[in-house]
T-cell receptor, first 115, second 114 residues
């Protein structure tokens, strides 16, 4: 069975500071990994995904994530936080053996950006 | 291109009642998944429909059921509502249905069970 652990349910950063959100996964097969963002009262929007190939993945809004198989991690970073980055972020894994694309999500990390 | 839409936006029901939530998938998307997001938690997979057939189910009881129609829109039905069913219900569509593909989420239906 797959699982996702996001360390830190809340993260507070100053505007302009580095954003680092941690995600560790458990999967018996090479996973597909995703980061989604959820703004208040909205659905989820894809930030980036890792399927195969280059382990450093760039996404929208200046975010990037690095897949580290040896550490079973897929941490999300952004060099300089903006007020508009205040939202909840979810890491998710998809089993590439299964039919379809069921996503298993972590518990989420809420980001607060201080001016 | 119209994104994923869900109706209603909000819904209040009492324990024991039944509810139907609706989802229109993004144009051309033949796979629809439903997720339950309880307050303060990540979404949990309920089930997925592909070409009108259930294509995978999460750890939810049979009182959670669904349908997909020929136009790929979908319904989620929940019978005998319980207080713990209070949550945001998210619909997501995708095409094709491979595990590497992005799922496009709707804004959700917030269900409150009293």
């Amino acid at each position: 069975a797959q699982s996702v652990t996001q360390l830190g349910s809340h993260v507070s950063v100053s505007e302009g500071a580095l954003v680092l959100l941690r995600c560790n996964y458990s999967s018996s097969v090479p996973p597909y990994l995703f980061w989604y963002v959820q703004y208040p009262n909205q659905g989820l929007q894809l930030l980036l995904k890792y399927t195969t190939g280059a382990t450093l993945v760039k996404g929208i809004n200046g975010f990037e994530a690095e897949f580290k198989k040896s550490e079973t991690s897929f941490h999300l970073t952004k060099p300089s936080a903006h007020m508009s980055d205040a939202a909840e972020y979810f890491c998710a894994v998809s089993d590439n053996r299964a039919a379809g694309n069921k996503l298993t999500f972590g518990g989420g990390t809420r980001v607060l950006v201080k001016p | 291109e119209t994104g994923v839409t869900q109706s209603p936006t909000h819904l209040i029901k009492t324990r024991g009642q039944q509810v139907t939530l609706r989802c229109s998938s993004q144009s051309g998307h033949n796979t629809v998944s439903w997720y339950q997001q309880a307050l303060g938690q990540g979404p949990q997979f309920i089930f997925q429909y592909y070409r009108e057939e259930e294509n995978g189910r999460g750890n939810f009881p049979p009182r959670f059921s669904g349908l997909q129609f020929p136009n790929y829109s979908s319904e989620l039905n929940v019978n005998a509502l319980e207080l713990d069913d209070s949550a945001l219900y998210l619909c997501a569509s995708s095409f094709p249905r491979g595990a590497y593909n992005e799922q496009f989420f709707g804004p959700g239906t917030r269900l409150t069970v009293l």
